[in-house]
């Protein structure tokens, strides 16, 4: 048999990114669907809709997760899992999470029109909430089905209006009364998630393959650091105790003590908040966030165990504490899975590199589930979460292709 | 005759501003009377009160400036005033503003109530909305009286509400039904003020009272960084533009250039405001204020000048912009009223320092309209514009009984 992946539409696989992105679109060419939203029930419809005539099988869970299933010649076999989701954040693009979603729809589309059966089930999902945006924490569809965390916890979650999860879940069941709600933690033979990299290395090294090797660890901190409120105009130095000033001196050393000349380390104070925030008043307090990440759990532990004694020594004359709020370990996907992947890109003659995923994404849970990889496609400038959010219909195409072969192969 | 001041009654002087600072009492000791507010008109209401009895003539003006006049022997010459504002920052204290006011109110009342009548006219006066919190920008009273500022354009300003400072000044009048209402720009022999310090100097220094020689320049900007949003986790430094990176760069380097060694110079970033500002984006936007006072305009001028280098130099690889906002240059109060209220001081053996404010007052517009000078109390620590703002009851005494004298020479 020649290769599935050649069976694949590129331009329905191309247009239909176009075409979802239609639910939720702003102003600025970008996307607003966040989870159990109206847009992301109205994109559910449109998906969903492509596929009626293919007699392919739609369910559903109690976390409204999404799934497709093509069905195998086996049918008792655990499926092939293959997605990602079609949440976005607040100000997102047209690919983030799509991509892995609509790559699956079309290898299943295309086998079906293709009359190919493959001995296991090949399933696609996407799942309910990966960004967090609306109800945080996200990965929650994953999350839960995997039984890293409980459907009841998941409920209780409000967004800022109050609204919580149950509420929303109820209201996408009732909306597909003819989906059936399957239950939790299926038997699953492996899952492959495609994704655009949301990072600029594929882009640099110009591959048009990431096969990625596991998921970086992450440290997160709250810093404070208290001083005193003065007059600006009338207070020396000598009896100020300036939040602001210890805290960028604080941040200066932490650049200073944390960044490697490697560029590995991802070290970021994404936010920072100052009292009273008036120009006129000496600030009394600053809080800021730390995202620490690296894929080396070693290191990971030696730098973020630094971070506590860098602020004290630069904090004076204020006082400073230290909160660890999360500490997520690095994962590795299996070798196994790693180079099986990479063995299917190599056969299509598509080039590649391994590179481990900086952002966190639903395989980190399916990992501790069953066998997982996952395949990136170059985007450009490595933006993602934002209307900029660009890939090109060749990378596209090529990362479909390679999920076709993994899939297939998988499932044969 | 016997020195003047020895007729101020120092406890009900004590006493009358724990009783005002009832209006407007917060939780936490401190005092909220903002300008033109309830607790304002309930404040002016309290202190007219207690002249009633005392035939002191009350009269008001189109701004709701607030003035109590003692009558001199030569009616027709112009008054000796003195006062400053009973108006407070939402978390201001007992003194700031209200000395100035209390003390005037002191010693005409200890005057009339003697049977002692000046030469000229003594007149008190609390201008309205000194501290420009509810309506920005302060110092409006004292603007619109000596012809600085037109009364059409602060009727315009808005509350946070809405409101505007001209309803307002309606309400005021309506309440005060018996007041005159006279006009702006009065001729005045001359203009003294007593305040707290605001600062430290007075107290390190272990001095009683300070002479103002004059007010500090000033000159405030706003500082824009602009970055890119990017992934926290993905994306490696070197194609990052964090915009909390640079401004921290920007802010060290300016604390390294502008800062002085003699601890003159007043530098103070104390607004800082970060964008999109969520722990897991990289900051695409930082935009903070600048302070910078100094007593020498020369030296004013050229610290302000190199702000704009320095942030560019530092800016890399973000982008910046400066805009300088305000440029109020430093004043000298005449030395005729420096050295004047300085001997007077000295008669009464108060130990006493030269010393120039580091906060602006109502006096800076009062400097340009007639001959103009500043008396200061020390505070604790320095501290104002909160509720833990403190004077000892001797130094209050002190700086009553200078005023006295000072008020009563030039009347007389």
Redesign the interface.
């Known amino acids: 048999m020649k290769h599935i992946s050649s069976l694949i539409n590129n331009n329905r696989l191309w247009q239909r990114h176009n075409e979802l992105a239609n639910h939720g679109k702003t102003e600025n060419g970008g996307v607003n669907r966040q989870a159990l939203s109206n847009e992301d029930l109205h994109a559910r419809k449109h998906i969903i809709n492509w596929l009626k005539k293919l007699n392919i099988e739609v369910y559903t869970d109690g976390a409204a997760n999404l799934f497709f299933r093509l069905e195998g010649i086996n049918k008792n076999s655990p499926p092939v899992l293959t997605g990602s989701h079609i949440d976005s954040q607040p100000s997102g693009g047209k690919y983030d999470g799509v991509f892995g979603v609509l790559a699956g729809i079309e290898i299943i589309e295309a086998l079906r029109e293709n009359n190919i059966v493959p001995k296991s089930p090949i399933e696609v999902v996407a799942w309910m909430n990966e960004e967090g945006s609306r109800f945080a924490p996200g990965m929650m569809g994953s999350g839960v089905y995997t039984g890293t965390r409980s459907i009841e916890d998941i409920n209780r979650i409000k967004d800022d209006n109050g609204i919580t999860v149950s509420s929303e879940i109820k209201k996408m069941h009732s909306s597909f009364p003819n989906l059936e709600i399957k239950e939790f933690g299926r038997e699953i033979k492996c899952y492959i998630e495609a994704h655009i990299?949301?990072?600029?290395?594929l882009e640099?090294e110009q591959k048009q393959i990431g096969i990625v090797t596991g998921i970086?660890g992450?440290r997160?901190f709250k810093i404070e650091v208290t001083g005193e409120?003065?007059?600006?105009?009338?207070?020396?130095?000598?009896?100020r105790r300036?939040a602001?000033?210890s805290a960028?001196?604080i941040?200066?050393n932490l650049?200073n003590n944390i960044?490697d000349n490697e560029?590995?380390t991802?070290f970021?104070?994404?936010?920072?908040?100052?009292e009273p925030?008036?120009?006129?008043?000496?600030?009394s307090k600053v809080v800021f966030?730390i995202?620490l990440?690296h894929p080396d759990e070693k290191i990971l532990i030696e730098l973020g165990d630094k971070i506590s004694q860098i602020c004290l020594d630069n904090s004076k004359p204020c006082t400073v504490t230290t909160k660890e709020l999360v500490h997520d370990k690095p994962l590795k996907f299996p070798e196994k899975m790693v180079s099986k992947i990479e063995s299917f890109t190599k056969k299509l003659n598509i080039d590649l590199m391994r590179l481990p995923?900086?952002?966190?994404h639903d395989a980190r849970y399916l990992h501790y589930f069953c066998p997982t990889g996952m395949i990136f496609i170059p985007c450009k400038?490595?933006?993602?979460?934002?209307p900029s959010e660009s890939v090109k219909k060749e990378d596209l195409v090529a990362g479909t292709q390679v999920l076709a072969e993994t899939v297939w192969n998988f499932a044969n």
Chains 1, 2 share one sequence.
């Not at 970021?268 to 100052?274: A, Q």
């Open positions: 990299e949301q990072g600029p290395v640099l970086q992450k997160t409120e003065n007059h600006v105009g009338t207070s020396p130095r000598i009896v300036d602001l000033v960028v001196n941040i200066e650049h960044w560029d590995v991802r970021t104070i994404g936010k920072l908040i100052v925030n008036v120009p006129s008043v000496v600030p966030s995202d990440r995923s900086g952002a966190g400038n490595g933006i993602s979460h934002s």
